[in-house]
């Protein structure tokens, strides 16, 4: 644990550094609420994304993308024909992909979606704490779905789901717990004004898949993909009056982030 | 009238403290240009926003939310499904509904749709001038639709309209009037930069619906919400250099609100 | 050329008073992205938009509004009927409209889209360089699209394609180029920072469609707008810190164009 960690802390310069070399191209399949947000913070970032979400063009640009974003906020039939579109091209191809499943264990059509989503292999799935238990539920034997969850059984149950799916997951609330099922890797960064910007957990997500895009370590690039989200956000929570601004210091924060700020900062246990 | 003003006015913080403390689900069908303006205004102001608009879904939302937001900004047919489904089911579970009927009487279709709506028995309707008399045409018998209609032609269009569908009608400009029919309490807070920012009325809508959430006296809850979004914009003006920044120190005005700025600024008449 | 620049030139500070004299209704039938931001971009220049992009309504609304701008950003099946039906509509009545060919020579399907949409006759097409080449290989006998394409290659391309097409084409990027098929103006406004800002592309199209609705001489309003648009963004570039603030900045300074800011800043050759 420490080792992944350590291994996790030690090549995030380098990983936003091939971002910014690549501008890898992020396919997002999105929602309505945060599609122009995730796209400023993935340019900000570096990258490069694309908002396509039609099945009239899903397959096509899969194969071109580094990686694929899959965010389930503002789902519909017509939406969720797109997405298992996409993810099962993306599995075939060799694409890594991300799940964002926003709301899953509240709403029953989504959930199914979720679940038929799973069978596509995505290396890395982000949500919260009971999102994740809700997935965990699906996923295997009755496990229950708790609103009132403590981190700590969140945890376990992303640990279960990782090895029952073979994907990295992450838990992110105060604390973001990552795992491949072995080993768990705590993010300590971020500010608690973040959540009072809207889609923050879905920029997050999308963060994730940049870094996926251009490192290999699935269980790596997921923790350092929440930690340089977590970093800008510290640094925007100091400069700002509230949501509004941390929206706009996040940007900027993000644009601005170096070696220097991330070795400073970064704290991955 | 002045005891309804006054009352709306006595229970304003009392309103914003419970939105806090409650964080009420507002469960939101609204439109792509919005979406994200309006959900971060709901979580600055204390609210948990929930956008869901298929109709695979919205049945299952609305009975968890205090308030449901319909707003025909971008409508189409699919929407205007999920509209009338949510709406029947706001109505048959006693959940506060709130329309906004962006560009009614400027285009058939949505005044059609909006007309159907109105069978499920909003809680609150807030529009512009030309809307609510467009609105009040449709409800009853012949009144014209006038887009160089004066402010008094619509105060009495909206008392007419919150009578005959027995909503409390809010008729936003310079100066806001709330009517249920019978008292009509008129908001002076505001400014003029508002308008300049896309999406300012629907804001108040959504806005609405979080106090409707959480006060029982519709006429004093809707009043409450279009003072507490005008109360945070004359902050953000006095602060804006133009409507780029207005935006973002609106959100940090709207997180800031308490009990004090609104005792100061609060304008209802 | 040297005479076609000039006359753009000398018009500018008249068509930015048009539009804010007469506030045309500029009709978009744009993406999830940029809605809001395109909307936001409208408002604070002066003009007034409208995003309506149903088959039930753009019908209705086309011949009212004073320029449609259509944006392939997310298109699908049913945005592309609604593309389609408004750009027949506002050629038949004569409303000038502008295309935005969003990532066409990457997917297929939405070049196709492209490809009918250019029977119904723009009066102007903006894109960048492989958006520009890629559709002349369309429009015309078998010119390849080069996503290393060379400025040069591009200006002959929007040229070509001009020509064939009758339209005005713009092709944008550090420099922008228009041309009307013979004369070609250089727009040398604009900042490097503002292509880390989403849609700064689609933004442009749709303050493009602003000067349309008020300058009859198409050639001088695509010139202009892109002017207008790369004036304000030097002007939020040196007050920002990021992405995040350019936006914002650039809200403010298109609010706050006037003669004799375009008058000291306009470089159109």
Known sequence: ?????????????????????GTPLVHNITNIVVANSTANALLALGASPAMA?????????????????????TISATWAAAMRLAACRAHAVGVPWVLDPVAVGVLAYRSRVAADLLRHRPAAIRGNASEILSLAGMAGAGRGVDSTAQSADAVDAARWLAGEIGAVVAVTGAVDYVTDGAAVIEVHNGHPLMPRVTGMGCTATAIVGAFLAVERDRLAATAQGLCALGVAGEI???????????????????????AGILETRARLQ
Do not use: F
């Open 236 to 258: 925007a929570a100091e400069r700002a009056r509230g949501p509004g601004s941390l929206q706009v210091e996040l940007l900027d924060a993000l644009y601005a982030l170096d």
């Open 53 to 73: 979400e039609s099945t009239d063009e899903v397959e096509e640009l899969v194969p071109a993308a580094g990686a694929l974003v899959i965010n389930l906020g």
């Open 1 to 21: 644990m420490d080792g992944a960690a350590a291994a996790a802390r030690a090549g995030l310069a380098r990983s936003l550094d091939a971002i910014r070399a």
